[in-house]
């Protein structure tokens, strides 16, 4: 063998080598992945898709809300004016909700949510008001009116008072929400709400962030 063929057949051999090596290296990278992927497979963890895995509600009804153990129910208090009482009918008050926290022992929740001012009944005053006239001045005072009531709803909200009442099926419900409603007559009343309004609550509840 010549020194020619001896360069012409160490480069051949250089060559295989190299080709082997990458052919090994790829398998290797090749079977890396393969691992990874049964690791992970094996390994998978339950990801919450969306928040109703995490929340208790599952269906909101006229008279109840569904929960994934029991059901409850939403009630509004309605609120006084306590500077504008004097001190005795400030200490009736008082004892009469003592007298309603001393015997009502089952589960309720008390929350206060900000809701945007409702101006409804006043828009719908003056614009029938306005159907009524055609008096330039009069109309310019009812579109300033209408103005006010926009701002109102935009920049002002009205600080509201619910209670959550709690209990394991729809009669037991019932028979808590007469409870609480009579134990809270003489001090704080209790009123129903409209299926529209409860959304609204839970829906604030879970966004504080986020305006209605």
Request: proline share 2%; hydrophobic share 35%; net charge positive.
């Amino acid at each position: 063998m010549n020194q020619e063929d001896k360069v012409t057949y160490g480069e051949s051999n250089n060559k295989q080598t190299k080709r082997r090596q990458w052919t090994t290296k790829i398998k290797r990278i090749l079977k890396m992945k393969q691992d990874d992927k049964t690791t992970s497979g094996k390994k998978k963890v339950k990801m919450l898709r969306q928040t109703p895995e995490i929340l208790p509600f599952v269906q909101i009804h006229n008279d109840h809300i569904l929960l994934k153990n029991g059901v409850m129910d939403i009630l509004q208090i309605q609120t006084k004016n306590i500077h504008a009482l004097n001190d005795t009918d400030l200490n009736v008050l008082l004892m009469n909700r003592t007298r309603f926290l001393r015997s009502y022992f089952r589960s309720y929740k008390e929350i206060i949510l900000n809701f945007p001012a409702n101006t409804e009944a006043q828009r719908t005053y003056w614009l029938k008001k306005r159907e009524q006239t055609t008096s330039p001045i009069r109309l310019e005072y009812i579109d300033q009116k209408l103005l006010e009531f926009d701002f109102l709803e935009r920049e002002r909200s009205n600080r509201e008072f619910f209670i959550f009442v709690y209990a394991d099926d729809k009669q037991e419900l019932t028979d808590r929400k007469n409870d609480a409603i009579q134990g809270m007559h003489q001090a704080f009343p209790l009123t129903e709400l409209t299926r529209t309004k409860k959304e609204q609550i839970l829906f604030l509840l879970n966004n504080q962030n986020t305006k209605l």
